[in-house]
């Protein structure tokens, strides 16, 4: 019967079992489930709630098993239950009677979701350590291609001038965001629900403090109900997780344009692409293509999981069971794709004349000859309409606005003068736009600079709080 022995009088049945099992998806967390059972018998020997000996004999056992899972020594018996049973099973095996003292003062409840707050808080350190990484790829490309003109798009129309280091630059920001709510969430969730028991605590005079001082918490969760039936911290990890991939999927969309033999603004290392098991010219950027379509699977689990939550009834019920297969294959898709982006941004090619010839025939300076007739003493509305109808022309006439004689402009208006053409220069058009967040070389510099000390500060965060460095 085992743990259920005494209510019960037959085993569950087989399939039954197998339905109920979560050790196939729950067996990643035996190191945590170690440390905070170790934390737990420390506690209680302690307090004298069991005798000293038998907790030093406990967390022997205990760290035998963890070295011996690590060591490949003791193989993890995927029949078991859950992971819990499956660690106790073991050392009482091991150490006998005191091994049954493990369980005293606590419930699976509580002890599962401490297992499952310890292994995301690692989990999200490293998702924070990659996504640096990435961010500081981005920001020293930005700073190679800060002068490097290509056109700026609303509607995947040609728009203005840009470059391509503040095009880079602007993902950046939004990867920077994606940090700072990484950061956030580590804050937030690391609180120790170890010590609520089943819902309502124990009658043992145990120490929540202190298991959460032992474990690296900010403080033991205030109410019991809410420690053990609370999966907002796996809610809030699988959004941010589908946020940061939302903003990768939209570079991965302009990625897998920008290497079009249309655009050719771009192409990818071979090591980043595959090719065509019938067609032999082809190279495809299927790692961005499975980052964008991995994009809505990870956004599925967390609407799955807001689904799952939002008609349960306090406490714990076992729908929440579903919690961590959705939530870990967020994690390692998450780990993955940011490792893939490091090495695919970086060793990305970037064809500087295509993109400068692109810009040319755009039309992307057609704002600053507006501006240029502004300055010049006419409204503005009426300089819109002037050169609507030189753009037009030289649409027909399949040139440049540069390309386009004086006295043609003239023809318009005589406000058009030799300073015109230095003044639609692309290069000139940009840096002329020195606003805050703008492309010119001075911002994007600015830029870099502010985004740098940004890193430095989210790394100083996260050692405050505890995290891992390394």
């Not at 349960?312 to 794709?337: C, G």
């Given at each position: ?8 009088s037959?085993?569950?049945?087989s399939?039954?079992n ?8 729950d067996?990643v ?20 709630i069991?005798p ?5 004999v406990?967390?022997r ?11 490949g020594e ?6 078991a239950e ?10 009482t ?17 509580d ?7 310890l ?8 998702i ?26 609303t ?12 095009y880079?630059?602007?993902?950046v ?12 969430y580590r ?6 629900p170890l ?11 145990i120490?929540?403090h202190l298991?959460?001082?032992l474990?690296e ?6 109410n ?19 946020m940061c ?5 939209r ?15 771009i ?5 980043f692409s ?26 599925g ?11 349960l009834p306090?406490a714990?019920?076992?729908?929440m069971?579903?919690d ?14 940011l490792v ?7 060793t ?12 040319k ?10 501006d ?10 009426d300089?819109?309409?002037i ?6 022309d ?7 606005l540069?390309?386009?004689p ?23 058009a940009?840096q ?7 492309p ?14 940004d890193?430095?500060?989210?790394r ?5 709080m505890?995290?891992?460095?390394d």
């Amino acid at each position: 019967m085992g743990i259920w022995s005494g209510r019960f009088s037959k085993e569950i049945n087989s399939i039954a079992n197998e339905f109920n099992s979560s050790i196939g998806v729950d067996h990643v967390m035996f190191a945590q489930d170690i440390q905070g059972s170790i934390a737990h018998v420390q506690m209680l020997g302690r307090l004298e709630i069991i005798p000293q000996e038998d907790a030093e004999v406990i967390e022997r056992g205990l760290k035998g098993i963890l070295e011996d899972i690590q060591s490949g020594e003791l193989e993890i018996d995927l029949g078991a239950e859950d992971i819990h049973m499956f660690v106790e099973q073991v050392l009482t095996q091991r150490i006998g009677e005191p091994g049954k003292k493990l369980h005293t003062g606590r419930s699976r409840n509580d002890q599962v979701v401490t297992d499952l707050r310890l292994y995301l808080r690692e989990q999200t350190d490293e998702i924070f350590h990659r996504l640096l990484a990435l961010l500081e790829t981005l920001l020293s490309r930005s700073e190679e291609f800060a002068g490097q003109i290509m056109p700026g798009y609303t509607h995947l129309q040609p728009a203005q001038p840009v470059t391509f280091g503040h095009y880079l630059l602007a993902y950046v920001q939004m990867l920077l965001r994606d940090a700072d709510r990484l950061l956030d969430y580590r804050r937030r969730m690391n609180e120790c629900p170890l010590g609520a028991g089943a819902l309502a605590t124990t009658t043992y005079p145990i120490d929540r403090h202190l298991t959460a001082g032992l474990l690296e918490f900010t403080r033991p969760m205030r109410n019991s109900m809410d420690a053990v039936s609370d999966r907002d911290f796996v809610i809030e990890l699988e959004f941010v997780i589908s946020m940061c991939m939302m903003h990768l999927s939209r570079l991965s969309e302009e990625i897998i344009l920008f290497s079009t033999q249309e655009f050719s603004f771009i192409e990818l290392d071979d090591s980043f692409s595959t090719g065509s098991s019938i067609m032999p010219q082809k190279k495809n950027p299927d790692m961005a293509e499975l980052t964008r379509g991995k994009t809505g699977t990870v956004i599925g689990y967390l609407m799955g999981m807001l689904t799952t939550m939002k008609g349960l009834p306090l406490a714990y019920n076992k729908d929440m069971q579903e919690d961590k297969k959705a939530v870990f294959d967020a994690v390692d898709t998450m780990k993955k794709i940011l490792v893939i982006f490091d090495g695919m941004l970086g060793t990305m090619r970037v064809d500087r004349i295509r993109m400068r010839e692109q810009a040319k025939y755009g039309y992307i300076n057609a704002t600053d000859l507006a501006d240029y007739l502004a300055q010049k003493g006419m409204a503005f509305r009426d300089a819109y309409v002037i050169v609507g109808n030189i753009v037009r022309d030289a649409v027909e006439k399949r040139v440049s606005l540069e390309e386009l004689p004086l006295d043609y402009y003239q023809s318009y208006t005589q406000l058009f003068g030799a300073d015109l053409y230095p003044y639609l220069e692309l290069e000139a058009a940009v840096q002329r736009r020195k606003v805050f967040g703008g492309p010119s070389e001075e911002s994007i510099r600015r830029q870099i600079i502010e985004s740098k000390e940004d890193l430095r500060r989210f790394r100083e965060q996260l050692l405050e709080m505890g995290g891992n460095m390394d």
